[in-house]
T-cell receptor, first 114, second 112 residues
């Protein structure tokens, strides 16, 4: 099993450009999450999904959209990138939301917006 | 919103030393996670606990629910333990909104 994979690993965008980050998991997990990690701050939840066809906002959703058309994939879109979106993005998945379920993280995508 | 504080922020120690990293949180939780992030960036789960103590190899995690505090201990530390250690908590409210709330991490360097 590959676990959780993210595409791409690195990307540089110019302000105003758009892009989509892809997260894929092969563990048949119901829950998937997108986080961002910034220097001096803990990971913060952007959006999450509790199953195929569902999405919901997390702590810092502005400027991002998501889709979960297939259970194994969770896409994060930036419609008009801004320098404030320069960050490392992590996707994670878990079987469900029970108390002691582990979250499995992808390797991260480092995004720079100039 | 739960506030998660970790201490110390940075820790440099010599190989073989006993390491303690602390985590405190402000609101009651259903579970606490300890995660490890290596210099390459990947994040792996070390422990999940809701009470008591867990041990895995040289790593020990404890939690005191009444005091809203958890500690991660590393015995006989080794340079390969150098990483960022992250504490994260899951709230009690349940439901899909409960992703984790993360601390800022403790950057540990073990020198040979």
């Amino acid at each position: 099993n590959a676990g959780v994979t993210q595409t791409p690993k690195f990307r540089v965008l110019k302000t105003g450009q758009s892009m989509t980050l892809l997260c894929a998991q092969d563990m048949n997990h119901e829950y998937m999450y997108w986080y961002r990690q910034d220097p001096g701050m803990g990971l913060r939840l952007i959006h999450y999904s509790v199953g195929e066809g569902t999405t919901a906002k997390g702590e810092v959703p502005d400027g991002y959209n998501v889709s979960r058309l297939k259970k194994q994939n969770f896409l994060l879109g930036l419609e008009s990138a801004a320098p404030s979106q320069t960050s490392v993005y992590f996707c994670a998945s878990s079987p469900d939301n029970r108390q002691l379920n582990e979250q499995y993280f992808g390797p991260g995508t480092r995004l720079t917006v100039t | 919103k739960n506030e998660v504080e970790q201490s110390p922020q940075n820790l440099t120690a010599q190989e073989g030393e006993f390491i303690t990293i602390n985590c405190s949180y402000s609101v009651g939780i259903s579970a606490l996670h300890w995660l490890q992030q290596h210099p390459g960036g990947g994040i792996v789960s070390l422990f999940m606990l809701s009470s008591g103590k867990k041990k895995h190899g040289r790593l020990i995690a404890t939690i005191n629910i009444q005091e809203k505090h958890s500690s991660l201990h590393i015995t006989a530390s080794h340079p390969r333990d150098s990483a960022v250690y992250i504490c994260a908590v899951r709230g009690r409210s349940g439901g899909g909104a409960d992703g984790l709330t993360f601390g800022k991490g403790t950057h540990l360097i073990i020198q040979p």
